[in-house]
């Protein structure tokens, strides 16, 4: 019996020993949820609560209602943000608010503020989200309806990239001034073997930057290395080209060339040759590692 009442003490103590902690807890959301309390105070206190806010319904909702409203002052926004973020990062606990969650991203989307519209995209776009790919894909086809950039919405889209994703990354590669859009669409593009004839005319075109060629470059090698085999073999021949595509079609072939194929291809060995001896330095390094690759 004395045995018995040791226990039930011990546990009576337990229980009330854990309480000032849930009582902080709980002090914290209702701080956290106070607006009448400074910004600097509620953000404090929203960053102490307990990562699992989905422990307990009525937190995660004053979470996820700080983090929608829109009066609310957008640091303590990205705060709450942070926090549930954190949470989601156990997953068999955070499973259970996943779905009120997800909800709550997509209803602020398209939220005014520009930084948590973006990071409210990244976050969905890294779960894979058809509902923002779709957005995203809407304001690349009408920047009227866009919600970042051209060139953030296809980094954003790379994350899980679907056939429906390329013919307008393709539009814009083709058409946009946008040097930084154009830049993403080719590293979306680089697994999509029906860019390779665009990928082909740009590596073509002297009037293009030498950086998206270069990238066009490595993207063809991907889809189509026989192909670039065969315009890398162009370029080092052509003595109007530029210095660095040179410098990377050298590379190319050396890496990448058919050793049997170069090895009697004779033209090029001989151009090669003359390349060490009076092109630029880095042209010559190329030239260098090419001639020493096939005996020259």
Request: charged letters at 30%; glycine letters at 4%; one cysteine or more.
């Amino acid at each position: 019996m004395a045995q018995k009442k040791k226990a039930a003490k011990s546990s009576k103590s337990a229980r009330k020993a854990k309480s000032p902690a849930k009582k902080s807890a709980r002090g914290g959301m209702a701080v956290a949820a106070g607006a009448r309390k400074p910004t600097e105070e509620r953000i404090a206190a929203l960053m102490q609560v307990p990562l699992a806010v989905c422990e307990k319904d009525e937190d995660l909702q004053t979470v996820l209602n700080i983090l929608r409203n829109q009066d609310e002052p957008i640091e303590l926004r990205l705060a709450a943000l942070q926090v549930i973020q954190a949470a989601s990062f156990s997953v068999v606990t955070f499973e259970p608010c996943r779905g009120a969650y997800i909800a709550t991203l997509r209803e602020i989307s398209d939220d005014p503020d520009p930084e948590l519209r973006q990071r409210v995209l990244g976050t969905l776009a890294r779960e894979k989200d058809g509902f923002v790919q779709k957005k995203l894909l809407e304001g690349l086809q009408n920047p009227e309806k866009a919600l970042v950039s051209p060139e953030k919405a296809l980094q954003l889209l790379s994350y899980d990239v679907h056939a429906d994703a390329y013919p307008v990354a393709r539009e814009i590669l083709s058409k946009s001034p946008n040097a930084d859009a154009r830049r993403e669409a080719i590293r979306l593009l680089a697994a999509d073997a029906n860019t390779a004839p665009v990928f082909e005319k740009i590596l073509r075109d002297k009037g293009e930057t030498t950086e998206i060629r270069q990238m066009s470059a490595a993207a063809l090698n991907s889809v189509r290395p026989d192909k670039l085999q065969e315009y890398a073999r162009a370029i080092v021949l052509d003595d109007s080209e530029d210095d660095e595509l040179q410098a990377t079609s050298l590379t190319a072939i050396t890496q990448f060339g058919d050793q049997e194929t170069v090895a009697n291809d004779e033209a090029l060995l001989a151009h090669v040759g003359e390349l060490k001896n009076k092109a630029t330095a880095k042209v010559k390094q190329g030239a260098r590692r090419f001639l020493t690759k096939y005996g020259r």
